[in-house]
């Protein structure tokens, strides 16, 4: 990260014409539950600026920087629902010609990689051996374990050693499995880390399924998994349902927060490109009636970063 903020910082001060001392970045309004792992993880990120060649490093709160852009847009009580591809924040503030009055703020770790996962697990993973069986020495049938199949729907980076010990019980098992082509598949899988490809091809139909009907995830591993997978809206959103009982419970926890009622709500805005999906759309719109609209999905962050940072909102 400090290498690609050092190219960065380069090609800013070549543009400008002069050297940037300061940086201010934006990040979610929780990185970990744990307070004391949450000031570890942005000290990493402070770190890496400080590697890169900057001096004075400042955060701000992705949400209240999204916030922040609405300044002359919007006056009154808003709802910054920003929900991206990491995660799901919630601002509620009082907006004017002279600044923003934060009242609330809240977050949690679901964002459109989860969605992905969530695909993954409900019609792709099976194609790789979940559901499957092997026998044991004593002749009795067991499932394959969901952990090894899991891994299919984890889009992080392994570790190499979870890798290793992941192929080798597959290994194992595969002598008394009853899907074995399935296994096989599954170690060449993770052999040639195929797990960002497949990531890709879910992610895009997912983005499609907010404006059409129907989308397919189509994906081999030659010779021993041929998928094609047709995913419609309705199975997308019976799949994600419970996700969006989460963010409804977020939503209204962030008005409970701020002492208000749902009511009191003047406009709703959102913005990052999972607040597109229409089924959130839909919750937003029962809870605020005719008060939601969309921002700059992609901009508004960056386009309110400096102005919140000058109303003092960020930290150091």
């Not at 543009?15 to 949450?38: E, F, H, I, M, Y």
């Not at 002279?98 to 969605?115: K, M, N, R, T, W």
Request: charged share 25%; proline share 3%; with cysteine.
């Amino acid at each position: 990260m400090g290498l690609f903020l050092h190219e960065v910082k380069r090609r800013a001060d070549e543009s400008c014409g002069q050297t940037r001392n300061a940086v201010v970045l934006g990040r979610p309004v929780r990185l970990a539950d744990d307070p004391a792992k949450d000031l570890l993880l942005q000290a990493r990120f402070r770190d890496a600026c400080l590697l890169a060649g900057f001096g004075e490093v400042h955060f701000v709160l992705e949400p209240i920087a999204a916030m922040a852009s609405l300044i002359d847009e919007e006056e009154g009580r808003t709802l910054l629902f920003d929900f991206g591809g990491g995660t799901l924040d919630i601002t509620v503030a009082d907006l004017s010609a002279e600044g923003v009055e934060l009242l609330s703020s809240a977050g949690i770790d679901l964002g459109g990689y989860i969605l992905d996962e969530d695909i993954s697990r409900a019609r792709i993973i099976r194609h790789f051996g979940y559901g499957g069986h092997f026998k044991t020495m004593t002749g009795k049938s067991l499932e394959i374990p969901s952990w090894i199949t899991n891994q299919v729907a984890s889009f992080y980076a392994l570790p190499l050693s979870d890798i290793a010990k992941t192929r080798q019980v597959i290994r194992d098992l595969m002598h008394d499995a009853d899907k074995k082509a399935a296994l096989r598949g599954l170690n060449e899988f993770l052999d040639r880390n195929l797990a960002f490809g497949l990531f890709r091809l879910i992610d895009e139909a997912k983005i499609a399924l907010s404006s059409e009907p129907s989308a397919d995830v189509s994906f081999d591993v030659p010779p021993h998994v041929a998928l094609h997978e047709t995913l419609t809206r309705p199975d997308f959103e019976a799949i994600i349902a419970g996700r969006v009982l989460a963010a409804k419970n977020l939503v209204l926890k962030a008005v409970a927060d701020a002492g208000i009622e749902t009511g009191e709500i003047a406009h709703v805005v959102r913005v990052g490109g999972s607040s597109r999906i229409p089924l959130f759309v839909e919750m937003l719109e029962q809870l605020f009636p005719g008060k939601v609209r969309e921002g700059e999905v992609y901009t508004s962050i960056s386009a309110g970063l400096l102005r919140a940072h000058r109303l003092g909102f960020s930290r150091t």
